[in-house]
Nanobody
Framework: QVRLVESGGGLVQAGDSLTLSCTAS????????EGWFRQAPGKEREFVAS????????NYADSVEGRVTISKDNTKNTVSLQMTGLKVEDTAVYYC????????????????????WGQGTQVTVSP
């Protein structure tokens, strides 16, 4: 079955940078759009970034635009989220997701709802 495993979370200070990684297994990684979402304590899960199956198109939430870069490496079955200028409000559990059907653009966050999800990795940003 499809399995997604996130890594790279941790405790950092405001202004620091952090890169999250998500390694997928179970099917052909290169055919699917990938996304990153996050959920802060007491809040609903929200979209962070997504990348199309080909890697040629990316989308970002307004709250992270300019500070975050999503990329995928089909040779390593990995999607990464590079975050810079971290803020206290970026504190959350970060989840990677893969769309259920192939060859998607990943431009609509709702397109991941019926897909596959990892267990999440905690990112904590201190003042």
């Amino acid at each position: 079955q499809v399995r997604l495993v996130e890594s790279g979370g941790g405790l950092v200070q405001a202004g620091d940078s952090l890169t999250l990684s998500c390694t997928a297994s179970g099917r052909s990684f290169s055919s699917y759009a990938e996304g990153w979402f996050r959920q802060a304590p007491g809040k609903e899960r929200e979209f962070v970034a997504s990348i199309s199956w080909s890697g040629g198109s990316t989308n970002y939430a307004d709250s992270v635009e300019g500070r975050v870069t999503i990329s995928k490496d089909n040779t390593k079955n990995t999607v990464s989220l590079q975050m810079t200028g971290l803020k206290v409000e970026d504190t959350a559990v970060y989840y990677c997701a893969q769309q259920k059907n192939p060859y998607g653009m990943g431009s609509s966050p709702s397109g991941f709802e019926d897909g596959y999800w990892g267990q999440g990795t905690q990112v904590t940003v201190s003042p």
